[in-house]
């Protein structure tokens, strides 16, 4: 569930006019996660980002009724028209930054949706 975050092993290149770097020439500027899978390494002289690879999983839809958690009174639970659902449902992203907060605006039940299916395992 969740995974190991290792910064990018990437060295950092300052600008030929770079005070930090004409001062100490050994000095290492730290990578940053600043959302998952996306590190950013910054200094006076330029900022690098570097974006790491997702993978082959499929990203999931919140608006596919296969992810939907209705309420089981809700009278849209078992729509699966794409333009109601998207009338019907509210997407956020949700605060750990891999999933969607999902919606109803009919049942006022709201539910989690990852950003991708877990990866099979064999």
Known sequence: MFRRKRAPNKPFMHADDCKIYAAD?????????VEARHWQAACQCGVLDVYEPVGDRVRLDPLDAKTSRHMPQCEFANETDPAMLRVLLKVQDGRGGDYYWVSCGACDTAWQ??????????
């Open 113 to 122: 949706v990852p950003f991708y299916a877990e990866a099979s395992v064999g």
């Open 25 to 33: 020439p050994t000095v290492s500027i730290p990578w940053n996660e």
